[in-house]
């Protein structure tokens, strides 16, 4: 018995890192989409959350079986909690991919924007994917330094996402009205996506080391801490 529920948390973790995986490609394939206006590439992204959603309904349905059957306890339970938490974030990050297809796909054969509005949101894109990528690692790795650097890369996606809103008000630059709409939903998609992202870190960091990092507290604080008791 106890080696059936080894096997089944194991399928359980590999499921999470496939999820976690296609949640990083959806991403890098919605930048590229979204910089070079590539219109089938939107469309693999687009249809690849169908598989992201299939996988958190999977894991949903594994993980609540094993709260039923095994009663997990201590790390187990710790465990099959924060992947069911992390398999409904994974799905709403594959969602924030999708809606940044959307619009790539919705602009084609031109690109979204054009200048220094265009630039800011392919940097955007860029770092959102670096954030995709890194979880995906954290997930297979658990590596505590992968989780701080994903916090780093949701702080500039915010300051990016702060200096969006500086060049839409610049009256230099002159959008029209679908330009204006695509641009402030863009630059919020991708400053969801890290802090997402964010939201994963932490929630991995709980896991490793049994304990929350508070809003004010990084997750370095957390590690730290948690070196200190051993």
């Known amino acids: 018995m106890r080696e059936i529920f080894k096997q089944e948390m ?3 973790g590999d499921d999470l890192l496939k999820q976690g995986r296609e949640a990083a490609r959806s991403m890098e394939g919605a930048a ?5 206006a590539n219109l089938a590439l939107a469309e693999q992204v687009i249809d ?3 598989r992201i959603d299939a996988l958190e309904r999977n894991l949903d349905e594994m993980g609540i079986s094993l709260l039923a ?4 306890v201590a790390a187990d339970l710790r465990t099959v909690v924060s992947a069911l938490r ?3 974030t994974l799905e709403r990050m594959g969602d924030l991919a999708r809606h940044v297809a959307y619009v790539a796909r919705g602009r084609y054969p031109e690109r979204v924007n054009s200048g220094e509005v265009y630039d800011l949101l392919v940097e955007m894109a860029e770092h959102a994917t670096i954030v995709g990528h890194r979880v995906a690692e954290l997930l297979d790795s658990h590596d505590l330094e992968l989780a701080e650097r994903i916090e780093e890369e ?5 300051k990016l996402h702060q200096k969006s809103f500086s060049l839409i008000l610049d009256e230099k630059h ?9 641009t402030v939903l863009l630059a919020r998609y991708m400053e969801r996506y890290g802090d997402h992202g964010v939201s994963i870190a932490r929630r991995i960091t709980f896991l490793v080391t049994g304990i929350h990092a508070e809003r004010n507290m990084s ?3 957390v590690a730290l801490g948690y070196e200190e008791r051993q």
Request: net charge negative.
């Open 154 to 158: 949701d702080s500039i996606l915010d």
């Open 48 to 50: 690849a959350d169908k």
């Open 86 to 88: 992390i398999s409904s």
């Open 219 to 221: 997750i370095g604080d």
């Open 32 to 36: 590229e989409s979204l910089k070079n």
């Open 69 to 72: 059957r095994q009663a997990p």
């Open 174 to 182: 002159h959008m029209e009205r679908q330009e204006l709409i695509d």
């Open 10 to 12: 194991q399928q359980l």
